[in-house]
């Protein structure tokens, strides 16, 4: 069974930076094109980064583009999501998904298959 575990949730003041990290032990890691999603109170999930299985390609939605970067290290079966310059907006559950048979990086959360149990980033004003 694949289980992604996210870390790195927290509270931090607008401005500040902050990493997640989402691990998926056990498997062939470098097999998935991974990605991060966030769901807010009142929100629909939101689509925040993907990126490719060798980590050479991101894309990232326009709400963060310049501020946050997704990043993988295969040797260690993790990615990693350094968020910058939070702002209060920023504030929702963060989730990681994988899916290891995707062509392309997909923004939509239908085409993910694998996903972890969320982690909390509460940016205060």
């Known amino acids: 069974q694949v289980r992604l575990v996210e870390s790195g949730g927290g509270l931090v003041q607008a401005g500040g930076p902050l990493r997640l990290s989402c691990v998926l032990p056990?498997?062939?890691?470098?097999?998935?094109?991974m990605a991060w999603f966030r769901h807010a109170p009142g929100n629909e999930r939101e689509f925040v980064g993907a990126?490719?299985?060798?980590?050479?390609?991101?894309i990232y939605a326009d709400s963060v583009k310049g501020r946050f970067t997704t990043s993988r290290d295969n040797a260690k079966n993790t990615m990693y999501l350094q968020m910058s310059s939070l702002k209060p907006e920023d504030t929702a559950v963060y989730y990681c998904?994988?899916?290891?048979?995707?062509?392309?990086?997909?923004?939509?959360?239908?085409?993910?298959?694998?996903w972890g149990q969320g982690t909390q980033v509460t940016v205060s004003s």
């Open positions: 056990g498997h062939s890691f470098s097999a998935y094109t």
């Open positions: 990126i490719t299985r060798s980590g050479a390609t991101s």
């Open positions: 998904a994988a899916d290891p048979s995707m062509r392309n990086l997909e923004r939509t959360s239908d085409e993910y298959h694998f």
